[in-house]
């Protein structure tokens, strides 16, 4: 593993290469499952806050530690390779047919200028025709592409390096540039073989030119001589006048001068018709593309990216805590000595009881006194004069609909310091409430009273 | 305080266990912040996050405090430290407790809140709606307004059945608390953010630009959220109706396919859920009893039943396939053909022969006798209905909401109310004594009306995506295409538009 740090000179490198690993990172990700990419968010995490940088800061990083940055310079340089060969090979085709069209000396004008553009013209009208409203993008051809390269090259992550430029040229809408840059490239370089050719045989051999017709009249032939030599004609190529054009059926023998128009006409045709549109379509194609790819963007709803907002932009930070809590509340002291009782009484206390719950209960004995309801500090000043002489028993009624709280524990630990028999009754709550309450109670070493005609039974109080 | 480039400061203080920590993870939709349990005590320390917006600016610094569980103790503690006689303000008299012995001692825990609501802008004051109002409450809001800090009472629980909010806001005017926010933190109102971040903003007006910059951040999460959502129920649905086996004449053959075709599905759906619960920053555990591939699957939930497409109301025409069958089609030859010849036209144009090639493979089979297998329309609807119900019921769901979603709330109410019976099937640590099942089953069907098919739109779509079986992530052979990430945005947005 490589450590080299991620500046942003590296950043700024290439954007073509960024957003072609990015895609062929996300690909990888969404057809075998996320990559391990802590190392990679928090690199990315270090950039400042804009989503589509650290997605390909972390699509960077993981393509640099992984080998796939490699197989993607590698399958780049492959590419241009291929696209070096291919162009090469057109050239040489040029050039080839460039000969085979002069053959021997005796140059049949309309077989010769078919044989130079006719391919040429068909395959020009078929791109043409591709830009055509309401036809799809030719996904055939990418697929074709893409196909070839499953059979070419050999390694899932090949394919994947095709693939993602696919899918980024596809998604730039750009593949139609693309394909044009390759086919017009290679046509430009068939036609640079070709002219070049054309004018040294020209130069070094003698040609006779001539036209032949069984089907045709010889009118046909001079308007289109006319027609193919207007362009030519505009780039300063002569053209054979009419006379000469009817002349040049190859029955006479014709001035040297009237052969020497006839071959710079050809070769202006080849230019004018040939080198010249290609050229133009090149240009476009690569302007275009130039500015597609400038408009590259990531989209963050596309699946493998998507689920990335929430780690590379994070809404919310985690600041942790101000400091440990401290040891769990202790339990109560049991070597409290219990304190003495005075007399018989005994007493009842609401504790923090709901409004809805009715005070005193219903069934209370003469002999048992109401404290009344215990709820704020007034309420605990009046009941502290009240314990004094404490009830040798006393019930503390509590709504454990209520969570108990460390007042509820203080309060307790007080009544249990003063009173010398305290009881608890809980009334209501679900069964979690009320097992916090019977967690306190244990707590606090205090007992629990079933219900109110139990105490009464345990202070032997019988119910009226 | 009033530096503007500093983040606004919050504590949230409260009785314990009143969802303090609930108010923070919903509001940082967070699942995992803090710990939350229906017990007093539960958190014992200041724990603080941060929201970001957009541009990774911190903007709000939320403090989540122990309960505030013995104020009278602390008050009466305060009286014997500095008589109330001794005219010393607020802030002075909390220092001066702050300062004593039993700040580390018998009241640590109120002094830890007390001391973080001292160095916040506001505190937020939570309370659960479903206690009663007692004098213990008025003396910690006693004690927190000596802090000298504006409080913002946040009502929650307010969707519980037990709950007394006209009692509650009662109490806080005669303590001169009159802007209050209801905040449900288990099912939280679609624009209770907003609202509380109103009241504050009301209350810290030196904030109050950045208050609005972060309610304007959180609607384009929110909104963020929902495309990103539709986004993901597309792709499903255009990998669903993409999905195309081969497969021959013979029965027992079409069945082993059926059960393929259906596994897949039922598999990427699966990952549909989990990709929606991530984006929404919720557990797997939100939503576990999704009928898992095949095995312990629950009938009425079950994907292929004809069964759950009814009760989903989608209309089940006469001839819907049922028994191994139920769910898929066999398309009959002109189904994908017709579909694809504008396709064929475009390949040829190209001047490639690759399309048209595995439009010839395809031919070739069709002529040597075999078919293929494709989802059904009705499943592919039902698969949508039920994301968007998802989305739906995720949308209305606070991230302090412990029980899980319950398959039978994905259904949309019927003419008779869906089942709100169903709520005992969840683990047992439920936030509250059943007023939360309540408050979730109104979360679920509160939406407008339902929907009984996708739209007509993404119908379209779905018919255009039938054609490709190339585009289905789950078929055999996926190739990634332009033309089906255009398709699966534009769908989206059609669902979008939908929801």
Request: hydrophobic share 45%; proline share 7%; with cysteine.
């Amino acid at each position: 593993m490589r450590s080299r740090p991620l500046s942003t000179a590296d950043l700024a490198a290439s954007p073509l290469l960024q957003y072609w690993q990015a895609e062929a990172v996300r690909l990888r990700e969404a057809h075998w499952g996320p990559l391990e990419d802590r190392a990679a968010c928090q690199a990315a995490l270090r950039l400042p806050a804009d989503l589509q940088g650290r997605i390909l800061a972390r699509a960077a990083w993981l393509a640099e530690h992984g080998e796939l940055h490699d197989r993607l310079i590698q399958w780049s340089v492959g590419a241009r390779w291929a696209l070096a060969i291919l162009w090469l090979c057109a050239c040489l085709a040029g050039i080839g047919t460039a000969a085979a069209v002069l053959g021997p000396g005796q140059v049949n004008l309309a077989l010769a200028l078919l044989g130079m553009l006719g391919l040429h013209a068909l395959t020009f009208l078929i791109w043409l025709a591709g830009w055509l409203p309401g036809l799809p993008d030719s996904t055939a051809l990418s697929r074709l592409w893409l196909w070839l390269t499953q059979r070419l090259v050999r390694g899932p992550d090949a394919a994947l390096a095709a693939q993602a430029f696919l899918s980024l040229l596809g998604r730039a809408r750009s593949w139609k540039m693309a394909i044009g840059l390759i086919s017009h490239g290679a046509w430009t370089a068939a036609f640079l073989g070709a002219v070049p050719t054309l004018l040294l045989l020209l130069s070094a051999r003698r040609y006779t030119f001539h036209w032949e017709t069984t089907l045709l009249s010889p009118d046909a032939f001079v308007s289109v001589t006319q027609a193919l030599g207007w362009l030519p004609g505009l780039l300063g190529f002569p053209a054979p006048d009419d006379a000469q054009v009817a002349a040049s059926l190859g029955v006479q023998p014709l001035a040297a001068g009237v052969q020497a128009d006839w071959s710079l006409w050809l070769v202006g045709s080849v230019i004018a018709w040939g080198l010249l549109p290609r050229l133009l379509a090149l240009a476009v194609c690569i302007l275009c593309l130039r500015r597609r790819l400038a408009g590259l963007a990531v989209d963050p709803g596309l699946p493998g990216w998507l689920d990335l907002r929430e780690r590379l932009m994070p809404t919310h930070v985690s600041l942790g805590i101000d400091r440990p809590a401290p040891a769990e509340g202790r339990a109560a002291d049991p070597a409290v000595p219990p304190p003495t009782a005075h007399g018989g009484r005994s007493a009842v206390l609401a504790y923090e009881l709901g409004p809805d719950l009715a005070w005193p209960p219903d069934g209370l004995p003469p002999g048992v006194a109401d404290l009344g309801r215990c709820n704020s500090r007034a309420d605990r000043a009046r009941i502290r004069g009240l314990l004094n002489p404490p009830p040798a028993h006393l019930l503390l009624v509590c709504d454990a609909r209520l969570t108990p709280d460390r007042a509820a524990a203080a309060w307790l630990d007080e009544l249990r310091r003063s009173c010398p028999d305290l009881r608890v009754l809980c009334l209501g709550g679900s069964p979690q409430r009320v097992q916090a309450w019977q967690d306190l109670l244990s707590q606090q070493a205090v007992a629990q009273a079933v219900s109110l005609d139990s105490w009464l039974e345990h202070i032997g109080t019988p119910p009226p | 305080m009033t530096d503007a480039s500093k983040p606004i400061d919050l504590a949230v203080v409260g009785h314990t266990n009143t969802g303090k920590t609930s108010l923070l993870r919903t509001l940082l939709r967070d699942e995992s912040f803090g710990e939350v349990a229906d017990r007093p005590g539960t958190t014992r320390h200041v724990e603080s996050a941060q929201l970001l917006t957009e541009t990774g600016q911190a903007i709000l610094v939320l403090r989540d405090t122990p309960g505030l569980e013995d104020a009278m103790g602390v008050l009466d503690y305060l009286d014997q430290l500095s008589p109330p006689q001794e005219r010393h303000d607020g802030p002075e008299r909390i220092r001066a407790l702050l300062d004593s012995p039993e700040a580390a001692g018998r009241f640590e825990q109120e002094c830890r809140v007390l001391d973080a609501v001292l160095k916040t802008d506001a505190a937020l004051y939570v309370i659960d709606t479903r206690d009663p109002v007692l004098p213990k409450h008025r003396d910690e809001l006693m004690l927190l307004a000596a802090c000298g800090r504006p409080i913002l009472p946040v009502l929650n629980f307010t969707r519980a059945a037990l709950s007394d909010t006209a009692a509650w806001r009662d109490a806080l005017a005669r303590l001169g608390l009159h802007a209050t926010v209801d905040f449900d933190t288990v099912a939280p109102a679609l624009d209770g953010e907003g609202q509380l971040l109103d009241r504050l903003a009301l209350m810290l007006d030196h904030h109050a630009v950045a208050l609005q910059a972060l309610r304007a951040d959180l609607g384009q999460q929110r909104l963020r959220r929902l495309q990103d959502a539709t986004r993901l129920i597309a792709e499903l649905l255009v990998d669903a109706a993409a999905l195309r086996l081969p497969c021959s004449q013979d029965p027992t053959d079409m069945a082993t396919i059926t059960l393929g075709l259906r596994k897949r599905t039922r598999d990427r759906e699966q990952d549909c859920v989990h990709a929606l619960l991530k984006r929404y920053r919720f557990s797997k555990m939100t939503f576990p009893h999704h009928p898992l591939p095949l095995e312990g699957e629950r009938w009425g939930m079950d994907l292929f039943n004809p069964q759950a497409l009814r009760t989903f109301g989608i209309q089940v025409g006469k001839g819907l396939a049922t028994g191994a069958m139920a769910g898929a089609t066999i398309d009959v030859l002109t189904g994908g053909l017709s579909l694809g010849t504008a396709a064929l036209l475009g390949a040829a144009i190209g001047g490639a022969w690759q399309g048209a090639s595995q439009w010839g493979k395809r031919l070739v089979g069709r002529l040597a006798g075999n078919t293929e297998m494709t989802v059904d329309d009705p499943v592919l609807h039902l698969l949508g209905l039920r994301q968007l119900a998802l989305v739906r019921a995720l949308e209305c769901r606070g991230h302090a909401a412990m029980r899980p979603i319950d398959g039978d709330l994905l259904t949309p109410p019927g003419p008779e109310p869906a089942g709100s019976g169903t709520g005992d099937s969840g683990p047992d640590v439920t936030q509250d004594q059943g007023g939360q099942a309540a408050a979730e089953t109104d979360a679920a069907t509160t939406p407008p009306e339902p929907l009984r098919r996708l739209p007509p739109d993404v119908q379209r779509m779905l018919d255009e995506a039938r054609g490709h079986p190339a585009w289905s992530s789950i078929g055999e052979d996926p190739v990634p295409d332009a033309r089906r990430e255009a398709l699966v945005g534009a769908m989206a947005q059609a669902l979008f538009a939908a929801l």
